[in-house]
T-cell receptor, first 110, second 117 residues
Framework: QKEVEQNSGPLSVPEGAIASLNCTYS??????FFWYRQYSGKSPELIMF????GDKEDGRFTAQLNKASQYVSLLIRDSQPSDSATYLC??????????FGTGTSLTVIP | GAGVSQSPSNKVTEKGKDVELRCDPI?????LYWYRQSLGQGLEFLIY????????KSGLPSDRFSAERTGGSVSTLTIQRTQQEDSAVYLC???????????????FGPGTRLLVL
């Protein structure tokens, strides 16, 4: 079982729609959770982090964490073509290790 | 500088040669990570430095890989006797503090694209 799992996609949504990206993790003791965006040929850039159960909103982005079910999701409202990228979920396990998922490719269709 | 810097940005080498990749973290960041990303793949953890503590080398794929961090700042990743399967993007990231500290958000450098012929 992988530490962090994401659907590789590709996920396609029309412009203006809500894009929903999901991630599950295996270590129930994981404490912090991150979403990164990676454009093709570029390095990952942080979008959001979340530590507590529930929702955290930042502009068009909402991160949702459910520790009981061991999943974290990212919602992108009013999706724009510029949101087209690969989205990486990262989890800080207990201890020093960070684990990244393989990413979900998102395409926003104009 | 304002962000994490890495050099060189691109490196082409011949199989069997040694290469050194450099990472200059954000000033004041005590934690430094090295990752490898192959084409279309996720990030593979290689090594983690935190302050003056012994590094976590558990992700290094073989003894051909080693890394140093001098003075708690600049880090060098060395790959000896390079193989074609070492071709990848090598990413460095730094964070203000280590995992579970509440300040562990990682900021990535632009990466070094290594091609072994």
């Amino acid at each position: 079982q992988k530490e962090v799992e994401q659907n590789s996609g590709p996920l396609s949504v029309p412009e203006g729609a809500i894009a929903s990206l999901n991630c599950t993790y295996s270590d129930r003791g994981s404490q912090s959770f991150f979403w990164y965006r990676q454009y093709s040929g570029k390095s990952p850039e942080l979008i959001m982090f979340i530590y507590s159960n529930g929702d955290k909103e930042d502009g068009r982005f909402t991160a949702q964490l459910n520790k009981a079910s061991q999943y974290v999701s990212l919602l992108i409202r009013d999706s724009q073509p510029s949101d087209s990228a690969t989205y990486l979920c990262a989890v800080n396990k207990t201890g020093n290790q960070f684990y990244f998922g393989t990413g979900t490719s998102l395409t926003v269709i104009p | 500088g304002a962000g994490v810097s890495q050099s060189p940005s691109n490196k082409v080498t011949e199989k069997g040669k040694d290469v050194e990749l450099r990472c200059d973290p954000i000033s004041g960041h005590t934690a430094l990570y090295w990752y490898r990303q192959s084409l279309g793949q996720g990030l593979e953890f290689l090594i983690y430095f935190q302050g003056n503590s012994a590094p976590d080398k558990s992700g290094l794929p073989s003894d051909r890989f080693s890394a140093e961090r001098t003075g708690g700042s600049v880090s060098t990743l060395t790959i000896q006797r390079t193989q074609q399967e070492d071709s990848a993007v090598y990413l460095c990231a730094s964070s203000l503090s280590g995992p579970a500290s509440g300040q562990e958000t990682q900021y990535f450098g632009p990466g070094t694209r290594l091609l072994v012929l």
